[in-house]
């Protein structure tokens, strides 16, 4: 199983992105797939969580009403959409299975991330 995110790039604040995740080995339609992003200096912060079982999907406070998920089957692949894209965002992101454990999201096989950076 690997989960392959893409697409990072320079932007300037302000700016939009779209991030691809391609998924080998599993089909995406049956798992909840997340994104989370490490920021040099800073903890792992997980971004979103799309929770096909029950069609929820969580964003963190972050990055809610600017980051959008969505997924397109038929290519078995996830998006992130990232739009209104501030400086604070730049690091490298990544895409993985997600799941709620205790209260809090975890994530697992990620494979590599992209590399977002924001320009002031």
């Known amino acids: 199983v690997q989960l392959q995110a893409s697409g990072g790039g320079l932007v300037q604040a302000g700016g939009s992105l779209r991030l691809s995740c391609a998924a080998s080995?599993?089909?995406?339609?049956?798992?909840?797939i997340g994104w989370f992003r490490q920021i040099p200096g800073k903890e792992r912060e997980g971004l979103s969580c799309?929770?096909?079982?029950?069609?929820?999907?969580y964003y963190a406070d972050s990055v809610k009403g600017r980051f959008t998920v969505s997924r397109d089957n038929a290519k078995n692949a996830e998006y992130l959409q990232m739009n209104s894209l501030k400086p604070e965002d730049t690091g490298v992101y990544y895409c993985?299975?997600?799941?709620?454990?205790?209260?809090?999201?975890?994530?697992?096989?990620w494979g590599q991330g992209t590399l977002v950076t924001v320009s002031s």
């Open positions: 080995g599993l089909t995406l339609d049956n798992h909840a």
């Open positions: 993985a299975l997600c799941r709620l454990d205790l209260g809090e999201y975890e994530y697992d096989q």
């Open positions: 799309n929770r096909n079982s029950d069609g929820s999907t």
